[in-house]
Nanobody
Framework: VQLVESGGGLVQAGGSLRLSCAAS????????MGWFRQAPGKEREFVAR???????YYANSVKGRFTISRDNAQNTGYLQMNSLKPEDTAVYYC?????????????WGQGTQVTVSS
């Protein structure tokens, strides 16, 4: 499975971005799709995940601002990010895994930079 993220960029605080994660190589409809991020000098952290059955899970830091979704017909996952804050600045990675617990995902994208200016 290959994962390719897109949609990152520079945005002012309070703005919005929508990240996409296009999967190829095989269908990921029965996989957990997750989003992680890593800020400079910090550990990679969990952001959100969506199970194959539609279960949604979010980090407390993004709950109420970010929305994860998936389109199985398009083999694509999304992360809608609203009310962005400077502390959301990071490289965002999508990942896919049959189980999707912790950060031990089997497949990872190359990452897309999100920069939020104050």
């Amino acid at each position: 499975v290959q994962l390719v993220e897109s949609g990152g960029g520079l945005v002012q605080a309070g703005g919005s971005l929508r990240l996409s994660c296009a999967a190829s190589g095989r269908t990921v409809s029965r996989y957990v799709m997750g989003w992680f991020r890593q800020a400079p000098g910090k550990e990679r952290e969990f952001v959100a995940r969506v199970t194959w059955s539609g279960g949604l899970y979010y980090a407390n830091s993004v709950k109420g601002r970010f929305t994860i979704s998936r389109d199985n017909a398009q083999n694509t996952g999304y992360l809608q990010m609203n009310s962005l804050k400077p502390e959301d600045t990071a490289v965002y990675y999508c990942a896919a895994d049959p189980i999707g617990l912790g950060d031990g995902y089997l497949y990872w994208g190359q990452g897309t930079q999100v920069t939020v200016s104050s």
